[in-house]
């Protein structure tokens, strides 16, 4: 198998510790980010980085054409990582930042898988290492936007591993819980330019609670786990033999687990619905 692997949204916490993990180990990574001054900076520190914007099929194929001239027409891996967050109430959601947040955390994600697997299959091996949440796992209010794409892609990523169980390439889902990452601080854009809070039934909910949430600086998580948590079983998905269909990371997405395995749905609401 070629040592060789893209991966998208590393301009910052998880992409970001994973490009300069693997690239330690001896990988080829292929560092991609939305915007050219984060790929830039990460040529600086060493590491080859263009522009794959998930929302653009121009740069996804021009990404994908890059790195066919660059590795000799062959790639190892592909890690799609790179996804954004609409906090707020469902209510208060309009149709057009579920379209835009769906875009890029789902649709950008299959249509470059999509330039991948052809690839992959002339090659005869290959590993699609999909980021999930536990997000995906079980909803979390506030954040229904982001879990709605989170769901979406277990399903996906999910059909695509019976599809292509006749093949050599091996489907992988990673859920990390809470990381330490820039993706809080990067929703406040999305939440001003979509949610009209002020005019919501829930005004006083924003007020007293989410959007201190939103600004606050430090970690507001005690499980909360650096990012090179996620690099490691990354590492697993990519070098172990046998690869697990999926790989937990933090306390709360193994919880979340055991508890989506073991309650009735009205008890696990019960729960969530606490927190």
């Keep these: 198998m070629d040592r060789s692997i893209l991966i998208t949204g590393c301009s910052s916490g998880i992409g970001y510790d994973a490009a300069h993990g693997l690239k330690a180990r001896g990988w080829r990574v292929f560092a991609t980010c939305r915007n050219e001054v984060d790929c830039e900076n990460l040529r600086k520190e060493g590491l080859e980085s263009f522009r794959l914007d998930y929302d653009d099929t121009t740069s996804i194929q021009s990404a994908v054409k890059y790195i066919l001239n ?15 967050a609409c906090p707020g109430a469902l209510e208060d959601l309009p149709r057009d930042a579920l379209r835009a947040i769906f875009e890029t955390n789902l649709f950008g994600y299959h249509e470059l898988t999509r330039e991948i697997i052809p690839i992959m299959r002339a090659q005869g091996y290959g590993r699609i290492i999909n980021c ?4 995906g796992i079980v909803p979390l209010k506030w954040r229904g936007a982001y879990n709605a794409t989170k769901f979406a892609l277990e399903g996906l990523t999910q059909t695509l591993r019976l599809e292509m169980h006749d093949t050599p390439v091996k489907v992988i889902l990673i859920n990390p819980g809470p990381v330490t990452s820039k993706i809080r601080e990067n929703s ?12 919501s039934k829930r005004a006083e909910h924003y007020k007293a609670t989410l959007i201190g949430r939103l600004r606050q600086k430090s970690s507001i998580n005690k499980f909360e786990l650096p990012a090179s948590a996620v690099t490691k079983k990354l590492v697993l998905a990519l070098e172990s033999q046998k690869p697990a269909p999926a790989y937990y990371i933090t306390k709360p997405t193994y919880f979340m687990a055991l508890m989506r395995r073991i309650l009735p ?11």
């Design 132 to 135: 999930s949440s536990v997000l």
């Design 265 to 275: 749905i009205i008890w696990l609401e019960k729960l969530l619905a606490k927190i």
């Design 70 to 84: 660059k590795n000799n027409g062959v790639l190892g891996a592909l890690f799609n990582n790179g996804a954004f």
């Design 188 to 199: 406040i854009p999305h939440f001003e330019k979509w949610i009209d809070w002020k005019n």
